[in-house]
């Protein structure tokens, strides 16, 4: 059962955090102590880092004293994330990039709306595992067989952010079907503009070096949805939880790969790009 493997794998998180916060923190001191072609914005996001790590080891250390606060969980779920994206940022910052041939502000502007949606969903999905909302709505696509089941939304709004609020109210079905429905449309508002991303890199003459990014974020978004399905019709098991939780990330990260290949034209001296004009 999974009381019974509750203990290895809490040894086994709290193991890996702590390897990953020493190897932040040593990259952290060879950031500054070496600065040699580390730039500012380098050191400062790793110092930024770092901090998460202090903070995300603390919660980690008293996760059994905040089980019953589902906002501290969601935090320390985010957290990680954040984590992520910043370890993403540095590692382009300090890898070659391939300027795209022309702007492209409509993809840019869809690239980092994504990389905030993700956050947004990772949250409200945190949320929904924290209050034991992920059977609220039993059926996919619809939720108790129509798109918009009765919700109390002001109940979940109130749960959120009064902390007086009957805690009782998160878990109450009207609520949890609420926060099931929240998640799963700002998920399809995701998917969306996901997809119109995929299709607007592939093959585009003007980011070349991404098409091969944009393929792989097709692949991304038909295996999350076939998750998100299969989570539902097979009632929550842990093993695609895990699964989920893993391809938001990945799916985190491979957008800050896009984001960052749609930047840099305006970087570009204007003999260079009369240059790459003529090429």
């Known amino acids: 059962s999974l009381q019974a493997w509750s203990g290895p794998l809490e040894s ?12 932040i923190l040593l990259a952290a001191i060879l950031a500054f102590v070496v600065p040699t072609g580390r730039s500012l914005g380098v050191r400062i996001r790793l110092g930024l880092i770092l ?13 059994a004293h905040w089980s019953g606060v589902p906002l501290v969980m969601v935090g320390h779920l ?65 939720c108790r067989g129509v798109p918009l089941p009765e919700a109390d939304y002001s109940a979940l709004i109130q749960g959120l952010f009064d902390p007086e609020v009957d805690p009782r109210l998160l878990v109450a ?14 998920g399809g508002v995701l998917l969306l503009l996901l997809s119109v991303l995929s299709f607007g890199v592939t093959s585009n003459p003007k980011v070349p070096a991404l098409s091969r990014l944009g393929l792989g974020l097709n692949g991304l978004i038909f295996i999350s949805v076939a998750t998100a399905f299969a989570l539902v019709q097979r009632h929550l098991p842990v093993a695609l939880g895990v699964l989920h939780v893993f391809l938001s990330l990945v799916t985190l990260v491979w957008v800050g790969r896009i984001r960052n290949g749609l930047v840099g034209v305006s970087a570009l001296s204007p003999a260079k790009e009369i240059g790459r004009a003529h090429v």
């Open 51 to 63: 901090l998460l790590a202090l903070g995300e080891g603390y919660l980690g250390m008293n996760l």
């Open 173 to 186: 079905p009207a609520a949890s079907a609420a926060l099931h429905v929240l998640h799963r449309t700002l």
């Open 12 to 23: 086994v998180h709290l193991v890996i955090g702590g390897v990953t916060g020493m190897l």
């Open 78 to 142: 985010v957290a990680g994330f954040v984590m992520a994206a910043l370890m993403n940022q540095v590692l382009l910052a300090m890898s070659p990039r391939i300027a795209p041939r022309a702007s492209t502000p409509i993809l840019l502007f869809l690239a980092r709306t994504s990389e905030l949606l993700v956050f947004c969903v990772v949250f409200l999905g945190g949320w929904v595992s924290a209050t034991g909302a992920g059977l609220a709505c039993p059926d996919f696509p619809t």
